[in-house]
């Protein structure tokens, strides 16, 4: 019987965790450490539920003897609310300074020659937008550090920045597009 109830928590687990695999890394953590970290939470989750719950009338969630199988939905939950909690905890620290953005480092050439590259098409832009790119990805400040300056909220500056990079993103590719016949004319 206990070979059973291991079989179906593993089961449950191996599920969870090949959804997991797909989500993004939280901040501070390895991709390793992170699997191993919500694979202990997956764990948990399905072995305190089969050791502590009890499922009424022994329904479809339940064995024979009355105790609560690990449901995925459960399990996924458990592993989903500590995600959350991480990520909560990365943008807590980044309103403080102690969470650095992965952005390069001013020294880095791939990344200036990249900010070489990209700094004709922000010039496209209206200037509080060019502003906004620059204080964003160029000085690596924080969206709410930039919306403390203008006085708006982060929202209201995420959303911004969205429509901008979206915008960025339309210009690039009628670049490619533009770029592309030019080729194809050549040849």
Not at 100 to 121: C, K, M, Q, V
Request: hydrophobic share 35%.
């Amino acid at each position: 019987m206990d070979a059973c109830i291991a079989t179906n928590s593993e089961t449950v687990v191996q599920r969870c965790m090949g959804r997991v695999r797909h989500w993004r890394t939280p901040p501070n953590w390895s991709t390793s450490d992170w699997l191993k970290e919500a694979t202990a939470q997956a764990t948990l989750a399905a072995l305190s539920r089969r050791q502590t719950g009890r499922s009424i009338g022994g329904g479809v969630d339940s064995d024979d003897d009355g105790t609560a199988k690990p449901s995925y939905g459960h399990v996924l939950g458990s592993v989903l609310t500590r995600y959350r909690q991480e990520w909560s905890y990365a943008r807590h620290c980044s309103r403080f300074g102690a969470y650095e953005s992965p952005a390069a480092e001013p020294g880095d050439g791939e990344s200036a020659e990249l900010i070489a590259r990209l700094e004709p098409l922000v010039k496209k832009l209206p200037e509080p937008d060019q502003l906004l790119i620059h204080q964003l990805y160029w000085e690596n400040r924080t969206e709410a550090q930039i919306a403390e300056h203008l006085g708006v909220s982060q929202q209201a500056v995420n959303k911004h920045k969205r429509r901008l990079l979206s915008q960025l993103a339309i210009i690039l590719s009628q670049l490619f597009i533009t770029l592309l016949c030019n080729y194809s004319n050549l040849g």
